[in-house]
Structure formats: structure tokens, C-alpha cells
């Protein structure tokens, strides 16, 4: 059945997707194949320390390095990037000046905070108010060492919602090279939000998500500025679908061409949408059918949350999908053109309920030995809920993995209400985790949580 409607779901027409200034897509239709690129589950399977935290790391014998952010109980951090034997771990919090504000720590390679980087930690606004509300999204570095800070500033005023962009140097101050005195805002002309980010090789960065209700795409220079050459002369390209898409993740693949996926309204549910760009911006017409993919079960709410390309060119895409209640993670995973996996999970679909409450997922990672992590909470939301800092290990072939945890799924204490937002791939056999804390160990307060575990 998953594989007559991994058929039906590419069969998208070619009107239904269109961009801004609207275009027409060709009539070819990636197929669901058989066979093609296969890890064959060799070295797929967890070490013998799998689930267990690093006790070398952050607080002694812990592994979880802990970041106060301030007495308000909101924020966290929601990317972590690795450079050499530093992370740069960033997010947002309330507090300081007032407001919502980017807040990035560098810990050294064991998880001690790197004081000769701001102090500890750099907190960034564009205003000395309470309305002033910037949300980090994404973190990466440039060639240089920079730690570069990707995210979105609410409406505030008289101003919309824009693009917001930092740049610190070597010792965590703004680097004055970069947008206006080290920050950056981009005005596409609406309102943005930012969901997903990244720094690319040419030191550029590509962000997206949403702009009024259509997924985003947008290329900023190395300094911060608009690239007007990407979807010239705009430096942006939004593509209506449905009654609203957004893009929650992006990468580029080793051609440079951008893959994004996010998800799209249709039908009264979310699909999950994949698009891929060619390096200029135009959408990639080899991809999908005119450079789109949009999947989904009937009568099954859908969405993705983060992405990543294997070394043969497969692209793996996870989130969650389910009803309110009753939620759990799903990834998919597609060959190069597009066409579903069939030998991954049920006809290219891994949708194994994860645990019996509601499990929402927030990053995923491919492993080195094809299987996949993918990061979320699960539990009770709402008035008086809890949730629970999960992970679940997929094995290539796209089955929850049993030597993982319990059943493929583990739990993670991150704290007394521990969130978790992110996971990174730092060794063949470790990652790092990073989430938030509200609670009173070791005082009242927020905490920005990173984590280091083996696989």
C-alpha cells in the first residue's frame, strides 16, 4: 500500500508548483526505483558504549556542559557547530536588556565554556527593549574562524520580520567587517522567518524558511549583504504551494546544487516537501517533477524537520506525522533524482511508532555507517505536561534499531525539564546534543544544555 502511494504522491501537477514570478514545470516525474545506492548495513550497528554519555565531558563525569542563560524560563540552544576542537553552541534566550536575544557560548573540546570568547557567552540585539525579539535558528563557521550566527528578527514597530545575521570574530566580538558593525538585517519585503541555515564553502550563507506564507530560500554574501546573483536579481526565491509551505532545513550536496525540506498545507494536512536548486537558484528540473517532491499519506498530518545526503547522493529527510496525541518520528529516504528508496523501511517510508505519547521530532542525523539518529521530545504537552528528551536509531535498511536503547528509542536526561533541539555527528562513534533546561539544578533559571554522547 506505502508503495502504490509512494507512486501517487510524486504525481504532483505541474501548475501546483509555482514561485515568485510564477513558472511553469516539465512533465517529468521521478519514479519510485528499486535497488540503486545501498549502505548494506555494513558497520551500521551501535558500539558498545551506544547511549551512554561521555563522562570526559562538560561537568565532571556528566557529560552535559551547562550554559545559565538567566532567572526567565524560555530559550535553549537550537544548532551546535564544530570547528576543529571548538563547538560553538547557539540559540536564544530572554533576559539582559530586555527582549529576545542570539545567544552563542564556544566550549572548548572537552565542554569547558571558552571564556576568552565574550566572556562565555555573546548576546546579540538590534534594540535596548523589551520588543526587541531576535530567535537564532542556525550557527557555522567560515574559513577565516568566524562563528556566524543565522536567525530572524520579529516585527518590531514599525519594521517587518527580517532576516537577522551576525558575525563574531576570534575573542566574540562583532566583527565590524560583517553587515552593519558585525550584524545584518535583510528586508525581503515581508515578513521572514528563519527555520534552517547554513555556512557554505565559499564562506556564504544560505538560509530558509518562510516569507509570508511561502517557503524561503535566501543566499547572503560572506559579509552579510544579499547575494542578488542567487534567483538574480532578487537573492531570494519563495515557492507557493498549497495554502502555506515553509522550509525547515537545508543542504547543499557535494555539486552545490541546495536541497531544502519543510512542508506544505494541502487538503486540510501537512505534506512533507522536498526542493532542490541548482547553485544560481533555479529550481533544479532533474529533481522530482520540476524540481519538487511532495509526499504524504492520506489523512495523515506530516511534517519534516531536518535532512541529510548520504556520500552517494541519497537524501534522507525526518519529522514526525501522526495526529495530535499521537505523533511519532518518520524518516524517508530518496535516490538522487528524487524517486523514493523502496528497500528503506515500507516502500521508502520508516514510520514506526516510537513511543505511546506524542513524539515530536527536531533534528536528525546521518550516522557514519548509514543508519539514522533522529532528536525530538516526547510526552504530554500543554497545561501541566511534561516531555522527555528522546533519540531514535533507524538502522539503514530503515528499521528501529533493538541493540538502541529500548526497542530503537532512549530516553535522555537533560535535566529537570530538558528539551532537546539538535544533534551533530563529531566522531564516528560520538555526537553532540543540544537543548535547553528550566529548573533549579544547580539554581533557578534557563539553561543551554550541550551534551556529548557515544553511538
Known amino acids: ?87 560553538s553552541a547557539a540559540g536564544w534566550g ?17 565542554g569547558a565554556t571558552d571564556s576568552t570568547f565574550g566572556g562565555g557567552m555573546v548576546t546579540t540585539g538590534w534594540a535596548n527593549s523589551t520588543g526587541d525579539m531576535a530567535y537564532l535558528a542556525a550557527t557555522g563557521h567560515q574559513q577565516g574562524g568566524e562563528v556566524v550566527a543565522i536567525g530572524w528578527r520579529d516585527r518590531f514597530r514599525d519594521a517587518s520580520a527580517d532576516v537577522a545575521l551576525a558575525r563574531y570574530a576570534e ?8 553587515g552593519d558593525g558585525g550584524k545584518s538585517l535583510l528586508d525581503l519585503g515581508g515578513d521572514e522567518e528563519i527555520r534552517g541555515a547554513l555556512v557554505a564553502p565559499d564562506d556564504g550563507i544560505v538560509a530558509v524558511g518562510q516569507r509570508d506564507g511561502r517557503l ?16 538574480s536579481p532578487r537573492g531570494y526565491r519563495t515557492v507557493s504551494l498549497g495554502a502555506a509551505s515553509v522550509a525547515e532545513a537545508v543542504a547543499l550536496d ?8 519543510g512542508s506544505v498545507e494541502r487538503g486540510g494536512q501537512r505534506d512533507m516537501i522536498v526542493i532542490r536548486l541548482r547553485g544560481d537558484g533555479a529550481l533544479d528540473r ?7 517532491i511532495v509526499a504524504g499519506d492520506p489523512g495523515v498530518d506530516e511534517r519534516a524537520v531536518a535532512l541529510a545526503l548520504s556520500p552517494g547522493g541519497g537524501i534522507v529527510v525526518a519529522g514526525d506525522a501522526g495526529a495530535e496525541g499521537a505523533r511519532d518520528f518518520q524518516v524517508r529516504r530518496f535516490h538522487p533524482n528524487g524517486a523514493p528508496d523502496l528497500a528503506f523501511g515500507d ?11 506524542d513524539d515530536v521530532a527536531e533534528d536528525m542525523a546521518l550516522l557514519p555507517g548509514g543508519a539514522v539518529l533522529v532528536a ?10 511534561t516531555t522527555t528528551p528522546l533519540l531514535a536509531r533507524y538502522t539503514c535498511d530503515g528499521a528501529l534499531d533493538p541493540a538502541f536503547g529500548e526497542g530503537g528509542v532512549l530516553p535522555v536526561d537533560l535535566g529537570e525539564f530538558g528539551q532537546l533541539h539538535t544533534v551533530e555527528v563529531v566522531a564516528d562513534d560520538q555526537v553532540l546534543l543540544g537543548g535547553g533546561d528550566v529548573g533549579m539544578s544547580p539554581g533557578p533559571g534557563t539553561y543551554g544544555v550541550v551534551a556529548r554522547m557515544w553511538m
Open 347 to 357: 516502500g521508502g517510508v520508516a514510520a514506526w511508532p516510537t513511543t505511546g505519547g
Open 216 to 231: 524561503l530560500i535566501v543566499r547572503a554574501t560572506a559579509d552579510g549583504a544579499l547575494d542578488t546573483s542567487f534567483a
Open 94 to 110: 530572554q533576559g539582559g536588556l530586555g527582549g529576545i536575544r542570539f545567544r552563542v557560548v564556544r566550549l572548548t573540546g572537552a
Open 171 to 178: 575573542d566574540g566580538s562583532l566583527d565590524p567587517g560583517f
Open 376 to 385: 525530538g521530545n516526547g510526552g504530554e504537552r500543554g497545561e501541566g505536561g
Open 254 to 261: 557535494d555539486r552545490g546544487r541546495v536541497v531544502v525540506a
Open 1 to 87: 500500500m506505502r508503495i502504490l502511494h509512494a507512486l501517487l504522491t510524486l504525481l504532483v501537477p505541474s501548475y501546483f508548483l509555482a514561485e515568485e514570478p510564477a513558472g511553469s514545470a516539465p512533465p517529468d516525474t521521478a519514479a519510485p526505483a528499486r535497488g540503486g545506492e545501498r549502505c548494506g548495513c555494513a558497520g551500521d550497528e551501535p558500539g558498545p558504549l551506544a547511549g551512554q554519555l561521555d563522562p570526559s565531558f562538560g561537568e565532571a563525569g556528566t557529560g552535559i556542559a551547562r550554559v545559565r542563560f538567566g532567572a526567565d524560563d524560555d530559550g535553549g540552544f537550537f544548532d551546535v557547530d564544530v570547528a576543529g576542537d571548538r563547538i
Open 286 to 292: 532533474s529533481f522530482g517533477r520540476g524540481g519538487a
